[in-house]
């Protein structure tokens, strides 16, 4: 069934100029971008988008490198999407990923791996309304 989940193309893919082989990719997985834009976030909506690892040790830092320059949310819909979009950028330490996804690929380590992905269908509405509202989503008809 068709799903919708959120992909942030993150600053260090911004800053490499990754982001067209980066969509290319994920548009060549199946995947149909409803929504798109590219954004800096500040301090305050970086933490409140990661508020959920408020208090771990990498919080401060990951915040810090999500306000560091602008990036690219994306509303993306396909069929099983967050578990797809999951399996294609890979685990989130590059290390760990399996061969072929987009963070063994491209990303330099835990803490600046190119994309982020929403880990399920409940999180990808809160993640896709935190950017964007109901009539910036449009199909590809
Ligand atoms: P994911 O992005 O794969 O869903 P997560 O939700 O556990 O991973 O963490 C969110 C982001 O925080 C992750 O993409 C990078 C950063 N992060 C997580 N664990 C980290 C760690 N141990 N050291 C540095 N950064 C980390
Ligand atoms: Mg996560």
Redesign the pocket.
């Known amino acids: 069934m068709k799903e919708r989940t959120l992909a942030i193309l993150?600053p260090d893919c911004v800053r490499k100029n990754l982001t067209g082989q980066i969509i290319a990719r994920i548009e060549a997985a199946g995947f149909k971008i409803l929504g798109i834009k590219k954004v800096r976030m500040t301090k305050e909506t970086a933490g409140a988008f990661?508020a959920?690892?408020k208090g771990?040790?990498?919080?401060d830092?990951?915040v810090e490198?999500m306000s560091s320059g602008p990036c690219i949310p994306m509303a993306l819909e396909k069929d099983n999407a967050v578990v797809d979009f999951?399996n294609l950028?890979g685990?989130?330490?590059p290390k760990d990923a399996a061969p072929g996804t987009i963070?063994k690929d491209y990303a330099d380590?835990?803490?600046?791996?190119i994309?982020?992905?929403?880990?399920s269908p409940e999180n990808a509405k809160i993640e896709i309304s935190f950017f964007f509202s109901e009539k910036e989503l449009l199909e590809n008809l």
Do not use: C, M, W
Request: charged letters at 30%; zero cysteines.
């Open positions: 993150k990661y959920v690892h771990k040790p990498f919080y830092g990951l490198f999951r950028i685990a989130t330490d963070r380590n835990k803490g600046e791996n994309v982020h992905g929403s880990d």
